[in-house]
């Protein structure tokens, strides 16, 4: 008798349990035949071969330890979701100008290092813009001013060095509408959650004030995940799979959804928005891990 699958959710050394949120797997997937368990994705010692897959859910860590992360990928022995070679093009934000390519509605982006990143926002002096590394999570090192004004123009010199970073116009609608987090499973649209930053800020992570509520059906939620799916669509000709799980966060900007972020790595799902998601993603799942086998 073949054993049951098991299941590896990545999580990280300093927070190895799962959220709360993503804990709702757990019974889903075992109502699927898969054992699951939540395994940092730096754990030392641990034997990646006793497991038949890896799920990232929460390595959070992982731009503080970027290339050993990349590496860890890399090496798996087994399949993982998503895969390694989307997640390495989805950890560099420069990814949204080659889905602009693809005729996808992406909030308009410039790419520079930090050494040229003064002189490029003085060409935009008096607009209001963001300043975000390519390689960040959690609006870490994200920056909003007004380009050319001395107190924003201060802070610059504290942002990593190292880094290229990207420069975008400041989307009045994100304080007015919030911004769309909609999640899609095999391609297929599963949920959905609004999420409005707190007020006199423009952030809307929780840890730093955001809301987040379940969205409810509308017209503009359905002309939303009618465009989320064509970004997904675009992947193909970028020579990526349809990824096991996706968040594609936007934003509507007259009328139009327009595409702030694809994530594809390590993404809060918002399982709790519908208690019949996590069942979409073990069924997913479980057709994979039979594939591979």
């Given at each position: 008798?073949?054993?049951?699958?098991?299941?590896?959710?990545?999580?990280?050394?300093?927070?190895?349990?799962?959220?709360?949120?993503?804990?709702?797997?757990?019974?889903?997937?075992?109502?699927?035949?898969?054992a699951a368990l939540a395994v940092p994705w730096n754990q030392p010692g641990f034997d990646w071969r006793t497991v038949d897959g890896v799920l990232l859910r929460s390595t959070w860590d992982y731009v503080e330890h970027y290339e050993a992360f990349l590496a860890w990928?890399?090496?798996?022995?087994?399949?993982?979701?998503?895969?390694?070679?989307?997640?390495?093009?989805?950890?560099?934000?420069?990814?949204?100008?080659?889905?602009?390519?693809?005729?996808?509605?992406?909030?308009?982006?410039?790419?520079?290092?930090?050494?040229?990143?003064?002189?490029?926002?003085?060409?935009?002096?008096?607009?209001?813009?963001?300043?975000?590394?390519?390689?960040?999570?959690?609006?870490?090192?994200?920056?909003?001013?007004?380009?050319?004004?001395?107190?924003?123009?201060?802070?610059?010199?504290?942002?990593?060095?190292?880094?290229?970073?990207?420069?975008?116009?400041?989307?009045?609608?994100?304080?007015?509408?919030?911004?769309?987090?909609?999640?899609?499973?095999?391609?297929?649209?599963?949920?959905?959650?609004?999420?409005?930053?707190?007020?006199?800020?423009?952030?809307?992570?929780?840890?730093?004030?955001?809301?987040?509520?379940?969205?409810?059906?509308?017209?503009?939620?359905?002309?939303?995940?009618?465009?989320?799916?064509?970004?997904?669509?675009?992947?193909?000709?970028?020579?990526?799979?349809?990824?096991?799980?996706?968040?594609?966060?936007?934003?509507?900007?007259?009328?139009?959804?327009?595409?702030?972020?694809?994530?594809?790595?390590?993404?809060?799902?918002?399982?709790?928005?519908?208690?019949?998601?996590?069942?979409?993603?073990?069924?997913?799942?479980?057709?994979?891990?039979?594939?591979?086998?």
């Amino acid at each position: 008798m073949s054993t049951a699958p098991r299941l590896a959710l990545a999580t990280y050394l300093a927070d190895p349990d799962l959220s709360a949120d993503d804990a709702r797997l757990i019974p889903a997937l075992s109502a699927q035949g898969i054992a699951a368990l939540a395994v940092p994705w730096n754990q030392p010692g641990f034997d990646w071969r006793t497991v038949d897959g890896v799920l990232l859910r929460s390595t959070w860590d992982y731009v503080e330890h970027y290339e050993a992360f990349l590496a860890w990928l890399a090496a798996l022995p087994v399949p993982v979701f998503n895969a390694p070679e989307t997640v390495r093009w989805n950890s560099d934000k420069r990814y949204l100008l080659q889905l602009a390519a693809t005729d996808a509605d992406v909030v308009a982006t410039e790419i520079t290092c930090a050494r040229e990143l003064p002189a490029r926002l003085a060409t935009r002096r008096g607009e209001l813009v963001v300043v975000k590394p390519a390689i960040s999570a959690s609006a870490r090192d994200t920056l909003r001013g007004t380009a050319g004004d001395a107190a924003f123009t201060a802070q610059l010199p504290g942002l990593p060095s190292a880094r290229h970073y990207l420069i975008q116009p400041f989307v009045p609608e994100i304080e007015t509408h919030g911004e769309w987090s909609l999640v899609f499973i095999d391609g297929e649209y599963s949920h959905a959650v609004l999420k409005r930053p707190a007020r006199g800020d423009f952030r809307v992570q929780p840890a730093h004030g955001g809301t987040v509520q379940a969205a409810e059906p509308s017209n503009t939620l359905s002309a939303a995940a009618r465009a989320a799916r064509a970004v997904l669509d675009g992947l193909s000709a970028l020579g990526h799979p349809m990824p096991l799980y996706a968040r594609v966060d936007g934003i509507e900007i007259g009328g139009r959804f327009t595409l702030m972020e694809l994530e594809l790595i390590e993404p809060a799902l918002h399982w709790h928005a519908d208690e019949q998601a996590p069942g979409r993603l073990a069924r997913a799942a479980a057709a994979r891990l039979s594939s591979a086998r």
